[in-house]
């Protein structure tokens, strides 16, 4: 008999791969069961490309075999024509007998409608195995259809005495809090989301790039708030290695409540996860909205004495780790 949860776990496995090429497009893994041999396996590729189980059942060399196969997916085959055909009407092309999947698919456009035509063409299919890891896979995507906004993931370091930034600083540039093995891992992270936000005063006070240059993968979208339009067009945010895109006035208003006004922005832009990365007064605005997903954390070993205050925020601590002299604390918003 079959251990199904063994062969999702596989799947989630694989699906990791797709983390920052997918996107909007969910990271989906799948794998191809035979006498109880993996015969084919595969996840999503970038975006544009081939669904994880149009790369499974390709990577089968004997298509025989399928009809006496079980498919493995994290997440419901798709049923709609996208930038590729329906995966389920290619399940169904190759007689795959037996359909296991993770979690459904919450996009409307799907939402069940995938598992119902694989059940008319005779499938057995299941549902459900290793659901809850599934949707925490893929909470990206979750996030993005079921409530209208990108995943939001907050970020900071801080001193050992609670502070973002120095009040006033001699030179222009970033004061760095963290190691560089720390700042290293933040450059993965920004490869792995769609795009990163700052406010006007992070602009003017570090004149980041927000580019992934100390790891490999891609630049996320980059997000900047310039209320009155005062940012110059030279600084390097608005280079030509990433888009930026750049909320001023004429796109909300800075006197309502800032971060829903934001999101509703971002999802109009198609953008299903952010990183929200500064500084303390911007921050703060997501978390006073109760609009953040997760927080990482990262208290380096300097002291301020005195200086600006990092954000506060209450939520339900999930790791903590170190990085050589840095603590790094992820939070979930419960």
């Not at 006498?35 to 790369?55: C, F, L, M, R, W």
């Not at 025989?64 to 399940?91: A, N």
Request: charged share 25%; hydrophobic share 35%; glycine share 6%.
């Amino acid at each position: 008999m079959l251990n199904h949860e063994f062969y999702i776990k596989r799947c989630l496995q694989l699906a990791k791969n797709g983390l920052g090429t997918t996107r909007p497009n969910p990271m989906v893994g799948a794998v191809i069961v035979w006498d109880e041999k993996i015969i084919g396996e595969s996840y999503t590729s970038p975006y544009g490309g081939n669904h994880a189980e149009v790369n499974a059942i390709n990577a089968v060399k004997d298509k025989s075999l399928l009809r006496q196969s079980t498919i493995y997916v994290t997440l419901e085959p798709c049923s709609h024509f996208g930038k590729t055909p329906p995966c389920s009407d290619l399940i169904i092309e190759h007689k795959i007998p037996e359909v296991v999947i993770g979690c459904v698919d919450d996009n409307p456009e799907v939402a069940g409608k995938g598992i119902a035509r694989l059940k008319a063409s005779g499938c057995n299919v299941i549902v459900g195995v290793l659901e809850e890891a599934c949707k925490k896979h893929h909470q990206r995507f979750f996030t993005f259809h079921n409530k209208k906004r990108p995943y939001i993931i907050l970020k900071w370091a801080e001193t050992k005495d609670g502070f973002i930034a120095p009040k006033t600083k001699q030179l222009k540039k970033p004061v760095w809090i963290t190691n560089k093995y720390s700042r290293q891992l933040v450059h993965r992270w920004r490869a792995e989301e769609q795009a990163i936000l700052i406010g006007t005063n992070t602009v003017l006070e570090d004149k980041p790039s927000l580019t992934v240059r100390d790891w490999k993968g891609q630049n996320p979208i980059r997000v900047v708030l310039d209320r009155e339009s005062k940012l110059d067009n030279t600084l390097k945010v608005f280079d030509n290695r990433a888009k930026t895109i750049r909320i001023t006035d004429k796109d909300i208003n800075f006197e309502s409540p800032l971060a829903i006004q934001i999101c509703k922005l971002l999802y109009k832009n198609n953008i299903n996860s952010i990183i929200i990365e500064g500084g303390s007064k911007t921050l703060q605005t997501f978390i006073d909205e109760d609009l953040w997903d997760e927080a990482r954390i990262f208290t380096g070993a300097a002291e301020f004495q005195d200086g600006i205050k990092a954000p506060k925020l209450s939520g339900q601590l999930m790791s903590e780790s170190g990085i050589d002299n840095d603590i790094l604390k992820i939070y979930a918003n419960t």
